[in-house]
């Protein structure tokens, strides 16, 4: 039984200023006209005849919003026979680890008020455990949504940087690729209860 789970990133979203935030910023929602890239993502999985069957995201704002409307954009022939859902597994978990780890790595830069964008590779370099924790949870969440999908069926779920990447990691244990744009997507194919491919939709 042959089906596919694309791994997709959500689309680019406002900066959250407010206290608490953090570096998840689970409130913030997507950017006016950020849908527009959302559309090449819909045009693309059109032209190259991938259909979804089945629709998932995370917890946080911007991946709703994003399941939204590639939901409305790619669903528009029988949306009843396309369901979305939600899977905390797309998201983050353990937030305050992070943020403690993010913070000590940021203090310790040459200038803290501006610091380097960190990469999956930079993640698991500063904080090894909880990252290597978070990659099989969000790994355990794409075999989880492959397990409900019948044969020869996709399933579209929407996600965050760095978790993409590394769920690519741990399911191939191949180099761990440094970054995904917004709404590009890593393909999962599934023979039966194993990963046997992945691939990287580029558009």
């Known amino acids: 039984m042959k089906r596919s789970v694309f791994l997709i990133r959500h689309a680019e979203q406002e900066k959250d200023e407010s206290p608490g935030a953090g570096i998840w910023q689970p409130k913030a929602p997507l950017k006016p006209g950020s849908s527009q890239r959302i559309q090449v993502a819909a045009d693309y999985f059109a032209k190259e005849g991938i259909v979804f069957h089945r629709y998932w995201h995370s917890a946080l704002t911007r991946a709703v919003q994003t399941c939204e409307i590639l939901w409305e954009l790619t669903t528009k022939s029988s949306p009843d026979l396309a369901p979305m859902s939600d899977n905390l597994m797309l998201g983050p978990s353990r937030i305050g680890e992070w943020e403690a780890g993010y913070e000590r790595w940021r203090l310790a830069q040459a200038d803290p008020a501006k610091p380097p964008l960190l990469d999956a590779p930079g993640f698991l370099k500063i904080m090894p455990d909880l990252i290597r924790t978070q990659a099989l949870r969000t790994f355990q969440a794409v075999k989880t949504i492959a397990t409900q999908l019948p044969n020869k069926q996709n399933a579209a779920a929407i996600s965050h940087i760095p978790l993409i990447p590394l769920?690519?990691?741990?399911?191939?244990?191949?180099?761990?690729?440094?970054?995904?744009?917004?709404?590009?997507?890593?393909?999962?194919?599934?023979e039966d209860d194993s990963v046997v491919s992945t691939k990287v939709h580029l558009y």
Do not use: D, K, N
């Not at 744009?181 to 890593?186: L, N, S, W």
């Open 167 to 190: 769920a690519e990691w741990c399911a191939t244990g191949t180099t761990l690729r440094t970054h995904v744009e917004y709404c590009q997507a890593i393909e999962f194919v599934f």
